[in-house]
């Protein structure tokens, strides 16, 4: 809370002592009316003047008016926080099951469009403080690089899931920074829930219930802020994504290197880097650096809960998907409709 207490001028400095007070005029006195005379030896600064104290009255006033003011202000602020909170949690939450329904009902494309996500945020350059998950690739000149070869299926799905998404938007239409990242939410959870689903024996309703007791839901909490990406409207430069079935692990360790990840992080990726995981896994394990983390990771995902795993994955694909952007907490909100009071029946 703000305190406008030392705005005020000291009453207590205004006070005068007793020495300054001379004796009271000695006529009589009207009823309810004190009368008091101050010498005239005393100079103007020491007396107790009838204008300091309506100063300080109106400052007080002022203070308080304030105070009103900041209170009122802070409390609609408040309220319109909430109600765009609110806006895009429901938003988000429509791009969630859209998306979510698109990845059960092509679980084969799964794999592109997570490259489709890591390879448009592999475009971010530290020094130059550009690229990263901008949406670029959608851009024709960027999915039709070598890199990005056989992701414009998962793209092509991508915009299908768009226009049902923006159809229903209030906030205006979903940026495919957004739609790209959080597809690849979509597309792990898809995976995590079929892995959950499997450790039953198929059984869909026993598998959805151990992934709710044991799964990592509760994990996503800071991707689901990095909400409100922009678009870029031109390709980032070629030659910053290799081409992940041809590189070599160090090749993939130096452009994890160069956005400020790790062996760690390539290790629990290794399903974004191609469409076999199982050969993916083996070739990184190879490196001596890499080696622990794919067998950490390989022992997770055979326990019930696969805590390490999932934990670290969402970890780095939440990283990932901020690479130089700047979120803006206010995009997809709109204007509350405003109720007529006038029409209400009481």
Not at 56 to 67: E, P
Not at 266 to 276: H, I, K
Request: proline fraction near 5%.
């Amino acid at each position: 809370m703000v305190s406008f207490a030392s705005t005020l001028p000291s009453l207590v400095s205004l006070s005068p002592s007793q020495s300054f007070i001379t004796n009271a005029s000695r006529s009589p006195h009207q009823p309810g009316v004190i009368c008091c005379k101050f010498g005239a030896d005393h100079n103007n600064e020491d007396r107790f003047r009838r204008r300091d104290i309506l100063q300080s009255v109106g400052a007080a006033a002022a203070a308080m008016d304030l105070i009103a003011r900041s209170t009122s202000f802070i409390e609609v602020a408040n309220a319109a926080d909430l109600i765009q909170r609110r806006q895009r949690s429901e938003f988000q939450s429509k791009i969630k099951t859209t998306l979510f329904d698109a990845m059960k009902a092509n679980p084969d494309i799964i794999p592109s469009v997570l490259t489709l996500a890591l390879n448009d945020a592999m475009t971010y350059d530290k020094a130059t403080k550009s690229g990263g998950p901008n949406g670029s690739i959608r851009l024709s000149s960027e999915i039709s690089r070598p890199e990005n070869k056989g992701l414009v299926a998962a793209l092509d799905l991508l915009e299908e899931s768009k226009k049902v998404i923006d159809a229903d938007s209030k906030g205006g239409p979903i940026s495919y920074a957004d739609l790209i990242q959080f597809a690849a939410q979509s597309a792990v959870k898809s995976t995590f829930l079929a892995s959950a689903i499997s450790k039953c024996g198929g059984n869909v309703e026993k598998g959805t219930l151990l992934y709710s007791a044991y799964g990592s839901n509760g994990q996503w909490g800071q991707f689901d802020r990095l909400f409100g990406r922009s678009d870029a409207q031109e390709p980032d430069p070629e030659g910053r994504v290799p081409q992940w079935d041809k590189a070599s692990v160090q090749e993939m360790k130096d452009k994890f290197k160069a956005v400020g990840l790790g062996p760690r992080q390539l290790a629990v990726m290794s399903s974004f880097l191609g469409p076999d995981q199982a050969a993916t896994e083996a070739l990184l394990a190879t490196d001596p650096e890499v080696l622990p983390w794919i067998q950490k990771y390989q022992r997770s995902r055979e326990t019930v809960s696969r805590t390490d795993y999932e934990v670290d994955l969402i970890t780095a694909i939440t990283k990932l998907s901020s690479l130089g952007q700047q979120i803006n907490y206010e995009a997809y909100t709109y204007p509350a409709k405003k109720i007529d009071l006038n029409k209400l029946k009481l």
